[in-house]
T-cell receptor, first 114, second 111 residues
C-alpha cells in the first residue's frame, strides 16, 4: 500500500480564496483524522471520522472550516474563505478503527495564505 | 477535555539514555502512545501502552501508570538520528478512538 496520500503537498493562496485539501486513507482503515500543526499550537485534532461518519468536529476552528468523507477512500478539508492565520501544515491520518494502536500519517499539506 | 503535559525540550549526549515524561488528563482514557516526528516530516508511531507497565521495542521503551496518569518514553543508546520531536498521545473514546497529541518534546542529541 502507498500509505496515506495527501494532495497538494504545498498550497499558496490569497486571503479570501477557497482551499480544498485532499486525503486518501490506507485501504481497509475505517478511522480518519485531520490535524493542523503550527509552531504555536502544536498538533491540533480538527475532526475525525469513523466509517465515514464524523464523530467529533469540536476541534474545527470555526465555520470557515468543513470536512467531508463521501466514501471510505477519500476525504476533503475545505477552508472558505481562507485567512493568513490558517497557514499551517495540515495532516491527514488513518487507522484501523476499533482496537487501533497505530495511526498512519500522510506527508501533510503545507498551506500558506498570503 | 483532554490535555497532556511533556517537557518542551531535552538535550542528551550520543550513546546516553534519556527519559521523556508525560502526564495526562483525559476523559474516557484508553491508552497512551508515542510518536516521533523529524523536522519537515510526518509523525510516525513508536509505541503503545494499553496496560500499566513497560513495553520494549528495541532501543525504545514506554511505560504507563494509569493510577498516576503518567507515562514516559525511554530512549537508550542515543544516536544522532534520534534528534526529533516526540509526542505523547492519548487514546480516548469507545468504539472509535480520538487521538490527542501533547505539544511535543524536541530532543537534541549532541556528540
Amino acid at each position: 500500500d502507498a500509505g496515506v496520500i495527501q494532495s497538494p503537498r504545498h498550497e499558496v493562496t490569497e486571503m479570501g480564496q477557497e482551499v480544498t485539501l485532499r486525503c486518501k486513507p490506507i485501504s481497509g482503515h475505517n478511522s480518519l483524522f485531520w490535524y493542523r500543526q503550527t509552531m504555536m499550537r502544536g498538533l491540533e485534532l480538527l475532526i475525525y471520522f469513523n466509517n465515514n461518519v464524523p464523530i467529533d468536529d469540536s476541534g474545527m476552528p470555526e465555520d470557515r472550516f468543513s470536512a467531508k468523507m463521501p466514501n471510505a477512500s477519500f476525504s476533503t478539508l475545505k477552508i472558505q474563505p481562507s485567512e493568513p492565520r490558517d497557514s499551517a501544515v495540515y495532516f491527514c491520518a488513518s487507522a484501523t478503527g476499533t482496537g487501533v494502536t497505530e495511526a498512519f500519517f500522510g506527508q501533510g499539506t503545507r498551506l500558506t495564505v498570503v | 477535555g483532554q490535555s497532556l503535559e511533556q517537557p518542551s525540550e531535552v538535550t542528551a549526549v550520543e550513546g546516553a539514555i534519556v527519559q521523556i515524561n508525560c502526564t495526562y488528563q483525559t476523559s474516557g482514557f484508553y491508552g497512551l502512545s508515542w510518536y516521533q516526528q523529524h523536522d519537515g516530516g510526518a509523525p510516525t508511531f513508536l509505541s503503545y501502552n494499553g496496560l500499566d507497565g513497560l513495553e520494549e521495542t528495541g532501543r525504545f521503551s514506554s511505560f504507563l501508570s494509569r493510577s498516576d496518569s503518567y507515562g514516559y518514553l525511554l530512549l537508550q543508546e542515543l544516536q544522532m538520528k534520534d534528534s526529533a520531536s516526540y509526542f505523547c498521545v492519548s487514546y480516548s473514546g469507545a468504539g472509535s478512538y480520538q487521538l490527542t497529541f501533547g505539544k511535543g518534546t524536541k530532543l537534541s542529541v549532541i556528540p
